[in-house]
């Protein structure tokens, strides 16, 4: 290995004939370097079942069709590309492909998980370290390129995740292009090489152990630091049952080595893998009964209704290709769903409410857990944009505040700009002709311009508000979210401010407007992430303006026309769902 690595040109040139600098580099392999045997590997996966039979109810591994990993593998250099979720992950792709195929994977882990007892166990199963930063130590950079030229050289199958770290939300992360570029550039210099075919994997847990303390964060609390003690709390959950993992694999994307531009090759690289992964994210009982409790803002509902509205959600999956979990196909969904609620209400995060005098049972999302569910409804929330934004404008259709074709697409815009801090989205042209098939598929007739949506009798118009009526509430909380961040900027809207006090004021407004009850529902329309999200917002409509580490309101009319429109939104999406649901 140490001798691969010093091959490797770029290193080759910075040591050479420095035996100080030669001992550096093999101290820094010593720190990264993965010890993973076919022995190890067999021994972990042995206490991998055994884990896995504990805690788990089983893996849910998918190829794309007629996909031959095996074969592939042996004909390719094959990088993996997965989200992250949780410190399950560098367990689950590795467990799975022993078990399926024998074959051992290289994962790229950071130097954060390098303690005892779970990092020499990490190490042996296949994970090598690196270090959070290293941008000024070109040794360190060069050494660690090196090592990936060995894996690639070897034709090991390296893992990487894409986002950079685990996902604290739920949401997929934008990708960060260090790693893409790397590979790309070590690559470049193998003589000979096999193809380079990176396969993104979506990756969605029923699930995830470090759920609370995403919570935290979430509302404030700083990160805490991975250390022995706190890795060795997984062991509690042995009286927990942690549902299944589904790991998807997507469609293998031949990487371009023959760029000329290796910054624009790593960004579309890197984007294309994100756009795959996200279009992958697989619809699973948890993440689907989180959409549907979290859309009732007291998240009460009967047995029956949650039922009917699974029935729905995976019908409209199935019809415009939403990957779902084989658990929610056919006869299977409703045994699903019933040991999805059973698994929230054994974990303590849904409460059983009985009316006896109704003779009914209901169930609800406990208000302190709402924001631990929410992470899940955010894992798949981006595949129902394009039915949520049709319901929004079916509002402002009907009240008249969209006249015509050019303000409906006007509003579709709009709604795609705000919603694009918090999603992967689809592209404009992918937004508006779903919206044309959905609505084709709504009146049983081909509609091909958005124009001919106001030829509609009140009745057509209205059977479509009712069929895509099942998303209306989707996005409420985040619609709400960003309500809290104007009115905060409305009270800053004569003086400077910083990013912690307008934090720090918009809890304080959010907690106020929720006791009041007016338009504030959701528990979950105020995290630091979505009132982060709504002030990179903001700055792209130019509300506002930094100047040196401070915040500046420079448009403080449109801050309160923006106000009053959100109420405005709010008020009449209330009133129009209690006329559909009448």
Known sequence: MRETCLSYEKLAKRVNGRPDQIAKVHKILDEIRSDLTSETIN????????????????????????????????????????????????????????????????????????IFPIGPLFRKSGCFFIRRSFNNDILYKLTLESYVYYLLVNKKTIEFFFEGGRSRTGKLLPPRFGFFSMILETYSQIKNPLPLLFIPVSISHEVVPEQKSHVRELDGKKKEKETSKGLLKIFKLMNKKLGTIHIKMNEPIVANTHYTDLKKATQDLAFECYRSVGKGMMVTPTSLLALIMLDEPNGAMIWESILAK????????????????????????????????????????????????????????????????????????????????????????????????????????????????????????????????????????????????????????????????????????????????????????DKPFTLEKFLQASKEIFEMEASHGRLIKYRESYSLPLLKNSMLYFENLKLIEKDHGEIIVVKKEEVGHLIEKYVTYLNELLTFNLKLEN
């Open 310 to 493: 699974s029935q729905h959600i995976i019908k409209y999956c199935e019809q415009y290709n939403v990957p779902v979990s084989s658990s929610l196909k056919g006869e299977r969904l409703e045994k699903s769903m019933v040991i999805s609620l059973d698994l929230q209400i054994e974990n303590g995060k849904v409460k059983v409410i009985k009316a006896e005098k109704l003779g009914k049972v209901y169930y609800a999302i406990k208000e302190e857990n709402r924001l631990e569910l929410l992470y899940f409804k955010n894992t798949i929330l981006h595949h129902f944009l394009v039915p949520g934004f049709i319901f929004s404008s079916w509002v402002y259709v009907f009240t008249g505040h969209i006249k015509d074709e050019n303000d409906l697409k006007k509003f579709y815009l709009y709604q795609r700009k705000q919603m694009k801090y918090e999603f992967y989205l689809p592209t404009i042209k992918e937004l508006y002709k779903l919206s044309l098939l959905i609505i084709s598929d709504c009146l049983g007739r081909k509609v091909t311009d958005l124009s001919e949506v106001f030829n509609l009798t009140h009745l057509e118009a209205y059977s479509i508000a009712k069929k895509v009526g099942g998303f209306s509430r989707s996005y409420s909380h985040i619609h709400e979210g960003y309500y809290i961040g104007l009115l905060a900027l409305k009270h800053f809207s």
């Open 43 to 114: 021994r972990f996966g042995q206490m991998i079942d055994y884990t896995v039979g504990k805690l788990y109810d089983g893996i849910n591994f998918e190829l794309p069709k007629g996909l031959d990993f095996k074969k592939l593998s042996e004909e390719n250099n094959i990088i993996l590309v997965p989200n992250h979720q949780s410190h399950a992950d560098y367990i689950g792709m590795s467990y799975v492909l022993w078990n399926e195929y024998r074959s051992t994977i290289y994962i790229a882990g950071g130097i954060n998980l390098n």
